[in-house]
């Protein structure tokens, strides 16, 4: 979300702080960007096969406007040690909002978080296992759910409109890496990898169990907590994976966040347009300012 100036910017200067964090598995990677004088802190888990560096790109605008931001890298990623799966992601999650709210507690600054596409899911998850932690939550194209039945179910639907529209058949193995270079254009895929996760530090079976039927939020219900859904009415992600009318997705997240106010926005998954990025940051910060009103 770093496109045109908005006005009420200032510039601010800021620091990385970079850090490894004992847990039982190893450690975990995380940085914390520390402006000079913090609003608040902005806690972002990553995306799978995401990195540090990924969240502060995202999110340097909110950096820019004076909030401190923390954010790190799973289990099986980059530098951060341990086994990855499904499961791992929240564990992680938790453990380092733990380590947030120690710091925003003798810093005296709220945190704020913020999940875009399937890390809104270990964020949402976070915040029902440490319900006094965030005063507010934004919603960035977020998927609650991830199960192997969507992601066939989106594949083929995917594969049907490439033949429709190219008028040719795809091997199998060609037809999944046009799959995922659409559905995942910003993950660099090579061998042994995806993005900065090492596949040979996956816990294959485990995920795969995952996937069938996993819902860790199935009962979850942030009643008391406001919060913000951005969404793109033209999203490509979510109506292929999601396969959701406008009204059936927001009811969907409304069962989680009965305070859920939402925001629709033009333009694709990633907010790639400057005018959408702009458009997202005045509205994140008109609801991160709210909170102090």
């Not at 970079?18 to 995380?30: A, N, P, Q, T």
């Not at 902005?42 to 004076?66: E, H, T």
């Not at 999650?93 to 600054?109: G, I």
């Amino acid at each position: 979300m770093n496109g045109k100036p908005v006005p009420y910017r200032k510039a601010m200067k800021f620091k990385f702080e970079k850090k490894w964090l004992s847990m039982g598995s190893g450690h975990l990677e995380i940085i914390h960007v520390r402006t000079e004088t913090p609003r608040a802190i902005v806690f972002a888990p990553p995306l799978i096969g995401g990195n540090l560096s990924q969240q502060v790109r995202y999110f340097r605008s909110l950096i820019s406007c004076g909030y401190d931001l923390i954010t790190f890298t799973y289990n099986g990623h980059g530098k951060s040690q341990g086994k990855f799966s499904l499961g791992a992601t929240l564990k992680d999650t938790v453990f380092v909002l733990d380590h947030t709210c120690r710091l925003a507690e003798s810093e005296n600054l709220p945190i704020f978080g913020i999940g875009s596409c399937a890390a809104a899911l270990p964020l949402l998850y976070g915040a029902g296992r440490r319900p006094m932690a965030f005063s507010r939550l934004v919603l960035i194209n977020a998927i609650s759910q991830i199960r192997l039945s969507s992601i066939f179910k989106s594949f083929f639907a995917y594969y049907r409109i490439i033949f429709r529209h190219q008028n040719k058949r795809y091997n199998m193995m060609d037809a999944l890496r046009s799959y995922w270079d659409f559905m995942l254009p910003e993950v660099s895929r090579h061998k042994g990898a995806f993005g900065e996760l090492a596949l040979k530090r996956t816990k294959p079976l485990k995920i795969f169990h995952e996937t069938l039927a996993w819902n860790p939020l199935d009962k979850l219900r942030l009643n008391d907590l406001p919060v913000l859904c951005l969404y793109s009415r033209d999203d490509r992600i979510l109506k292929l994976y999601e396969a959701l009318s406008e009204s059936h997705y927001r009811a969907k997240i409304k069962r989680i966040c009965p305070q859920v106010r939402f925001s629709p926005l033009e333009g694709d998954h990633f907010l790639s347009q400057p005018d959408v990025r702009c458009k997202a940051l005045k509205c994140i910060l008109t609801f991160f300012r709210q909170a102090s009103e």
